[in-house]
């Protein structure tokens, strides 16, 4: 059973930049027709997509986070990882990825993330 | 972006009751709706993918439906282990999240 897990630093300067990695065990990155997201909760409030890639490479982003965003993929280490530019206050929550995956069901093709990280709390502050 | 309006925002349950959570979009979705259940520190859990589909390992006291803009999440029985917070998951476009339902205990 494929496992994620989140990790990088709990702590962020403000204007800075925000990197963190998700390790992927029990699996194969480029395996499977599956996209690798990353999805973020501040504290108290809801869930919010960042973005997502596919081993192959293809990327796409929340346009109202697209700006400051870069994920990457390293099959070779089968991790993905996140960049998140210019942080604010605003950016402090907990950073889950999570593996999507495509399928048909009764001719709606439909996409689920089915498994999950259980997520890293990163803190903007001086 | 489509928005994604959950209700209610929580509620009160007994072990043993029937507990429904309505999700309703902002433009029509087809039946790309997905529920997860979430509990404090823990992965979030996909229970129900396409409007209605429940996912492998997943007991069947949950159950979804709903197409076009208006969705339900049902727990026909509650479990002590059901307490947790729902939420709702539109594919049809740029991924959006539901506000989220905490099932909390009576």
């Known amino acids: 059973q494929v496992q994620l897990q989140e990790s990088g630093p709990g702590l962020v300067k403000p204007s800075q930049t925000l990197s963190l990695t998700c390790t992927v065990s029990?699996?194969?990155?480029?395996?499977?027709?599956?996209?690798w997201s990353w999805i973020r909760q501040p504290a108290g409030k809801g869930l919010e997509w960042i973005g997502r890639?596919?081993?192959?490479?293809?990327?796409n982003y929340n346009p109202s986070l697209e700006s400051r965003v870069t994920i990457s993929v390293d099959t070779s280490k089968n991790h993905l990882s996140l960049d998140l530019r210019s942080v604010t206050a605003a950016d402090t929550a907990v950073y889950y990825c999570?593996?999507?995956?495509?399928?048909?069901?009764?001719?709606?093709?439909?996409?689920?993330?089915?498994?999950w990280g259980q997520g890293t709390l990163v803190t903007v502050s001086s | 972006d489509i928005q994604m309006t959950q209700s209610p925002s929580s509620l009160s349950a007994s072990v043993g009751d029937r507990v429904t959570i309505t999700c309703r979009a902002s433009?029509?979705?087809?039946?790309?709706l997905n529920w997860y259940q979430h509990k404090p520190g823990r992965a979030p859990k996909l229970l129900i993918y396409?409007?209605?589909n429940l996912q492998s390992g997943v007991p069947s006291r949950f159950s979804g439906s709903g197409s076009g803009t208006d969705f339900t999440l049902t727990i026909s029985s509650l479990q002590p282990e059901d307490f947790a917070t729902y939420y709702c998951?539109?594919?049809?476009?740029?991924?959006?999240f539901g506000g989220g339902t905490k099932v909390e205990i009576k």
């Open positions: 890639i596919d081993a192959s490479g293809i990327i």
């Open positions: 999570a593996r999507e995956l495509y399928s048909m069901v009764r001719g709606v093709v439909n996409s689920q993330f089915d498994s």
């Open positions: 029990g699996g194969s990155i480029s395996g499977g027709s599956y996209f």
């Open positions: 396409a409007a209605s």
């Open positions: 998951q539109q594919s049809f476009s740029t991924i959006t």
């Open positions: 433009q029509t979705i087809s039946k790309n």
